[in-house]
């Protein structure tokens, strides 16, 4: 990538701040405005777009694994603990009822075609629609200085939900190569998944610790922010050795998600004694990197796809906030949350991001009969929660009273 090129997502990058800085002072999130200022000058400047394409792997890919860490510096052992029951419920309820709206409309607007198809994309829709934005999640958590039980329970289950669809969408294929007719292997399936998630475990353990070494023996912040980076930046390395070490020396394919690394290794460093300066050096150091990263992710929104599915993809969307609330209501009704809880937790979970556009993009390259339609449907729903989700995470952060005082957030 050239240098006009960097120059011009810089530049971006700079309005985007500036944009978000004074909107932050109406009481507007940052975040949706990184968005926004993101999707606008992707579709002024064409080669703007271009260059987001070619960075987006890179930088993004690194400020991810940053926004990993700050959410794995959030699970503290001790404070997750008498929350581990609510978000086991969460985690549940929304694995039910989502899928189960979700891939109902999906088969009754399908309804005309193959038995064999429309099951297969039922459970494809469904299991996508499921995944959450951990990246959202954190941001606006961040942004908004939240902390107590509320804000722990969805950072919580925002995590584990990110495991969870990995494992249900690998079902979920395996379920549809065997309705269209394809080989699918179940002891395959178990082998990739398990190995996967062995393979995060232990790429997280090394990053780590070096993460430890690094809090406890960097002097200023500039060096320790460059070898917070410099850790992020192995996540992502390590996940792509993991994935290449599997196939070649185990001959099974495994899925290996740096963000999870980043997020086991922020775990880590958050429940031992460096909790206190890992936890000040993020604090620092997550605003540019959500400036970068949110920014760089609105160049690569597909507007276009809103546009081409704007009616079946808010219809889907509404089917999946349906699905959110019940599932989010059930929940937190048999956990004995309050009142206030159980109205506002649904909305907690309504953004959505760059895995389930991933696993859309999947669905249309894997199955060319239906898989482009689908995709464009899914990934117009999923813009619209990438979008609007963050109002909808703050509203319910306020609701329970968990934000910093208006006054706070403007400095």
């Known amino acids: 990538m050239d240098i006009g090129r960097i120059a011009v997502l810089g530049a971006i990058c700079v309005v985007a701040y500036l944009a978000g800085e004074v909107l932050a002072k109406r009481h507007v999130p940052r975040l949706p405005v990184y968005l926004a200022v993101g999707a606008l000058a992707g579709l002024a400047i064409s080669h703007a777009r271009d260059a987001a394409d070619v960075a987006f792997p890179g930088v993004s890919s690194v400020a991810l694994g940053v926004i990993g860490f700050v959410a794995g510096s959030h699970l503290v052992w001790p404070a997750i603990r008498r929350q581990a029951r609510a978000i086991g419920l969460q985690v549940v309820g929304m694995s039910v009822a989502v899928p189960l709206f979700a891939s109902g409309i999906v088969a009754f607007v399908l309804r005309d075609q193959e038995t064999s198809v429309t099951v297969a994309a039922a459970l494809l829709t469904g299991t996508i629609m499921l995944a959450l934005s951990p990246p959202e999640a954190i941001a606006v958590i961040s942004e908004s200085r939240a902390a107590g039980p509320f804000t722990r329970l969805v950072l919580g289950a925002t995590v584990v939900m990110d495991v969870v669809v990995v494992v249900g969408f690998s079902v979920a294929l395996t379920a549809a190569n065997a309705l269209l007719g394809d080989d699918a292997s179940l002891g395959s399936l178990v082998a990739g998944v398990t190995v996967g998630l062995l393979l995060s475990v232990a790429a997280g353990l090394v990053v780590g610790a070096f993460l430890i070494?690094?809090?406890r023996r960097a002097g200023s912040f500039r060096s320790a922010a460059l070898l917070i980076v410099a850790a992020s930046a192995a996540s992502v390395w390590l996940a792509v050795v993991a994935v290449h070490w599997a196939e070649s020396r185990l001959d099974v394919h495994a899925e290996v998600e740096s963000l999870l690394v980043a997020m086991i290794a922020g775990v880590l460093v958050a429940n031992t004694a460096a909790e206190g300066p890992f936890a000040e050096l993020l604090e620092r150091l997550?605003?540019?990197?959500?400036?970068?990263?949110?920014?760089?992710?609105?160049?690569?929104?597909?507007?276009?796809?809103?546009?081409?599915?704007?009616?079946?993809?808010?219809?889907?969307?509404?089917?999946?906030?349906?699905?959110?609330?019940?599932?989010?209501?059930?929940?937190?009704?048999v956990a004995g949350e309050s009142d206030?809880?159980?109205?506002?937790?649904?909305?907690?979970?309504?953004?959505?991001?760059?895995?389930?556009?991933?696993?859309?993009?999947?669905?249309?390259?894997?199955?060319?009969?239906?898989?482009d339609?689908?995709?464009?449907?899914?990934?117009?729903?999923?813009?619209?929660?990438?979008?609007?989700?963050?109002?909808?995470?703050?509203?319910?952060?306020?609701?329970?009273?968990?934000?910093?005082?208006?006054?706070?957030?403007?400095?």
């Open 373 to 411: 339609t689908l995709a464009t449907v899914v990934i117009g729903t999923v813009v619209l929660n990438e979008a609007i989700g963050p109002f909808f995470l703050r509203s319910a952060l306020e609701s329970v009273g968990e934000t910093a005082p208006t006054e706070e957030l403007l400095h």
């Open 340 to 371: 206030q809880v159980r109205k506002v937790a649904w909305k907690a979970f309504v953004p959505q991001a760059g895995i389930a556009l991933a696993l859309a993009a999947t669905v249309a390259e894997t199955y060319p009969r239906f898989g």
């Open 213 to 215: 070494f690094v809090v």
């Open 286 to 333: 997550a605003p540019p990197v959500y400036v970068v990263f949110f920014t760089l992710t609105g160049l690569g929104l597909h507007l276009d796809a809103l546009l081409a599915a704007a009616v079946p993809a808010a219809l889907l969307w509404v089917v999946r906030g349906a699905g959110l609330w019940v599932g989010s209501r059930t929940a937190m009704t």
